[in-house]
């Protein structure tokens, strides 16, 4: 049987509207484990409703959040 390694994952929140912190805190969990795996856990597209949110919880601190998809996977 082969697998497949995913050590990095992008999330595109273009389309999100709202986030709480039960949410925050899971994306925090999946970029631990990621980290641990030598992977990241990488968003993008984020209002700026959103991301303030990110901000207030501290989040933004902890997770890479790039404005564009673009700007996302060459950051990767």
């Known amino acids: 049987m082969n697998y497949i390694s995913i050590n990095t994952i992008l999330i595109n929140f273009s389309n ?3 986030i709480n ?3 925050i805190g899971t ?11 030598s992977g990241d856990l990488v968003l993008c597209c984020v209002s700026p409703d ?3 949110t990110f901000d207030l919880i501290g989040a ?3 997770l890479r959040i790039y404005d564009t ?3 996302a996977l060459e950051g990767i």
């Open 16 to 18: 999100i509207d709202y």
């Open 21 to 23: 912190s039960t949410i």
């Open 27 to 37: 994306l925090v969990g999946i970029r631990d484990f990621l980290r641990k795996r």
């Open 50 to 52: 959103i991301h303030r």
């Open 60 to 62: 933004s601190q902890i």
């Open 69 to 71: 998809e673009t700007d």
